[in-house]
């Protein structure tokens, strides 16, 4: 009889994901325990609890190094890194998704089963509790998204890649107001995100089958053994680049790159604000981490053949980003398009060859999400009587009648469009200067390029604001509550810092900036 030999397991490398998994466990108990008016309190506070701990676990694991759980998890610098950058600004996001003071009641609807537009969806808008299971729900994605960056084997990156995404698509679908189109975004955002997962696992049977194929080992999806068959097998190569191509849908699917972008718009206008804020920072730093892993790991043999496609992808991602977010009139579809445009400008990180282009990416990723996060925090607080008012034709004026809040949203609008002395800016050089050391100048010409249509619709915003009269249809930016203030100014303070003082996080994601092979 075979003696069964179990993985080794290193408990304290794995320590962050187990107590994010641990939370959302706690979470559920959570409300089927403990009674309705107090769960508000104890599940932000363990949520918080949660990510600041799993934080202080990434940090303690800084010199741990190595493979573990029978080779499914890699820690090493990228994964460290951006396991740290996935629990900042998820403990910025769980301040705004926290928030009841800005709208009574929350962000999100008092019960999920309520039927839109009937006589009880409009009593819970006026302000009951908003349901409090968005918090475990969001500890799962938060979850999903650390063993997703550090997923040594594409059956392990799958996995991952549904524990965050199920609960995405539930919790866009809970928005207090306008039911009816945070419903269909959530539908939307699962029929597609159900194509994309179906297609990123058809690559991984792709992908095992040309390893079976390499000599003197078995097959198998763990990214070292995929790394020596696109060297070594002798298996037909259309399996190798056709289970690069499939994978790379259900990757670039998730980071909102062209042409698999068309989800972003309409998911975004639709969730609530604050699942739209979160998804637009930590969703993204999860699927370049898994984009990164894959094309430096597994498949950085082939990069000679991968290289021009996936080029084409992200000029095509930052030239229908930049170009059709001139055309929007909605200020969180302006972002959407904006999100897919910076998904083609962190492409062009990764195609980047060698250290400088995976540091550089890692910086824009964290950078970015601070910024966003700022962004979608303003956006909430500019209301009217019926919501949140995001038709870019209600914010004429803003800037007359709320100049502070407005000035902010200029910073940040202007730090999108990569202005100088602000973190998008030192963002696009720590991306666009690798790339061109590489010889990938027509890329960052196109980056450069795309960014001057961009600037376009971010300018106006701020000349709406500002040079516009104010009229009788200009809503008012409601005062902030301690959760919603706080989120705030971490995010332009982020912003300003990275801008003006860039060297610390930089010097920390070149440190960082080594795979485990």
């Known amino acids: 009889m075979t003696e069964l030999e179990l993985p080794s397991i290193d408990y304290r490398a794995l320590l962050p994901i187990l107590i994010m998994l641990g939370a959302a466990l706690l979470g559920v108990l959570v409300e089927a325990f403990v009674p309705r008016r107090g769960r508000h309190p104890v599940q932000l506070l363990l949520a918080l609890a949660a990510v600041v701990a799993a934080f202080v676990a990434v940090v303690l694991a800084d010199d741990r190094r190595g493979i573990t759980a029978g080779g499914a998890i890699a820690v090493d610098g990228p994964t460290l890194f951006l396991q740290g950058g996935i629990l900042l600004l ?96 959530a539908l939307k955002y699962f029929m597609l995100g159900a194509y994309a997962s179906a297609f990123f696992l058809f690559g991984v049977a792709l992908i095992y089958g040309f390893t079976s194929g390499t000599p003197g080992r078995e097959a198998g999806v763990d990214l070292d053994t995929v790394a020596a068959a696109v060297g070594e097998s002798t298996s037909s190569r259309v399996l190798l680049f056709a289970g690069i191509a499939l994978l790379s849908i259900g990757l670039l699917f998730k980071a909102a790159a062209a042409p698999f972008h068309v989800w972003t718009p309409d998911v975004y206008q639709g969730a609530p604000t604050p699942i739209t804020g979160f998804m637009a920072a930590c969703t993204k730093v999860a699927a370049f981490g898994a984009l990164l892993r894959i094309f430096h790991v597994a498949f950085g043999g082939a990069a000679w053949d991968f290289t021009p496609v996936l080029g084409a992808v992200a000029v095509l991602t930052m030239l229908i980003g930049a170009v059709l977010a001139v055309t929007q009139t909605d ?71 709320s100049p502070f809040y407005a000035a902010l949203f200029t910073l940040i609008l202007l730090a999108f469009a990569g202005i100088p002395l602000t973190s ?47 009229g009788d249809s200009t809503p008012t930016v409601t005062v902030p509550g301690g959760l919603t203030a706080a989120a705030l100014m971490i995010g332009v303070a982020a912003t300003v810092l990275l801008g003006v003082a860039p060297a610390p996080l930089l010097d920390l994601a070149d440190g960082a900036a080594q795979f485990l092979r």
């Open 90 to 185: 998820a403990a910025v996001a769980l301040l705004l998704i926290g928030e009841r003071t800005v709208e009574r009641g929350g962000a999100f609807v008092a019960q999920a089963a309520v039927r839109a537009e009937s006589t009880e969806d409009r009593r819970q808008a006026d302000g009951q509790n908003g349901a409090t299971e968005v918090f475990p729900l969001t500890t799962f994605a938060i979850a999903g998204m650390l063993i997703f960056v550090a997923a040594n084997d594409l059956l392990t990156m799958f996995i991952a890649l549904e524990v965050f995404s199920l609960p995405l698509y539930l919790l866009c679908a809970l928005a207090r107001r306008r039911r009816l189109l945070s419903q269909e975004a």
């Open 331 to 401: 200020i969180k579809r302006l972002l959407a398009y904006s999100s897919i445009a910076n998904a083609g400008y962190l492409l062009v990180g990764v195609l980047a060859p060698g250290r400088d282009g995976l540091s550089g990416t890692m910086f824009y990723l964290v950078a970015y999400g601070f910024s966003v996060l700022a962004a979608f925090a303003v956006v909430t607080l500019v209301r009217d009587a019926d919501g949140e008012a995001t038709h870019l034709s209600r914010w004429a004026g803003l800037g007359r009648r």
């Open 424 to 470: 998008g800016f030192m963002s696009k050089v720590a991306v666009f200067g690798p790339a061109l050391d590489g010889g990938q100048a027509w890329l960052v010409i196109a980056g450069v390029l795309t960014s001057m249509v961009l600037a376009f619709p971010y300018l106006r915003v701020v000349v709406m604001m500002w040079l516009s009269e104010p």
